[in-house]
């Protein structure tokens, strides 16, 4: 790893935020596979300190949740008691979006259930610096959390979709369409006009194309919950802090003011040195 130049480890870096896989990201840069499976693991561990860091006392306003399937080892028909049910199976991303900046404040990598929604949304309560309203989906655990944490003091909306039926033929992967929308009052006085899960279902699309492991219908998938995690936080940390976003036209982290101004790759990769 010492031998690989900054440059070099930066082009194996951006090969995997644009959704390549470790093995297309070794056959374009020459780089062995196990050589990027190490250096994806340290600046993964560089970009959860830098998200942690820096997601602090943010002047949010509207948040978004939802979380977003994966599996890790096997999917979760294929477990056997004898595995280790924190290592493989079923594992999802819970994120925060901000409406507004499109900032990704908070993330968290693990089951869907009551201790890890929990925990995501204790850490989105500690980075935020204001009265926030809240909408979700119709998922249970997030009403639990989300009175746990802040009680009376944030405005949550619930916002449920039902879809049509799956059509059979050709077209069944297509998207379902939406044939309902419910919107209901949880806690607090939130504005059920400006209530939604479009911006963070959108960022749900765009972790699915950017991470080789989140793809449906393929072959791609983690063979450890460390790879899982150490791909997340280098895609939010390079969607927070790299990359432009188009309606934006400046990064999420500017929008926000988390910083002042557009970081390269390369100096996440640095920080990893």
Request: aromatic share 8%; with cysteine.
């Amino acid at each position: 790893m010492n031998k690989l130049s900054v440059s070099k480890q930066t082009q194996a870096v951006n090969a995997l935020v644009e959704g390549c896989s470790i093995r297309s990201t070794e056959r374009m840069t020459g780089i062995h596979r196990d050589t990027i499976m190490r250096l994806m693991g340290r600046v993964g561990q560089a970009c959860e300190r830098i998200m942690d860091e820096k997601m602090r006392d943010l002047p949010c306003k509207h948040i978004q949740l939802d979380e977003i399937w994966c599996y890790v080892g096997k999917k979760q028909r294929h477990v056997k008691e004898k595995d280790d049910l924190a290592q493989v199976g079923d594992f999802y991303t819970w994120v925060a979006i901000d409406s507004d900046t499109k900032l990704i404040p908070s993330y968290k990598v693990g089951k869907r259930d009551a201790v890890t929604g929990q925990a995501f949304i204790d850490d989105l309560a500690c980075r935020l610096a204001n009265r926030v309203q809240i909408s979700s989906d119709g998922l249970g655990l997030y009403v639990t959390a989300i009175e746990e944490t802040f009680g009376i003091d944030v405005d949550y909306a619930q916002i449920v979709k039902s879809y049509e039926a799956e059509p059979i033929g050709p077209g069944r992967y297509s998207p379902p369409k939406v044939v309902a929308v419910e919107k209901s009052y949880v806690t607090g006085r939130p504005n059920l006009d400006i209530t939604s899960t479009s911006f963070v279902e959108r960022q749900n699309l765009t972790m699915r194309m950017n991470m080789r492991r989140f793809t449906r219908l393929t072959n791609g998938f983690s063979k450890k919950v460390e790879n899982l995690k150490a791909a997340v936080a280098v895609h939010f940390a390079h969607y927070n802090f790299v990359r432009v976003h188009k309606t934006l036209r400046i990064t999420p982290g500017m929008a926000a003011g988390v910083t002042n101004r557009l970081w390269s790759l390369q100096e996440i990769v640095e920080l990893a040195n």
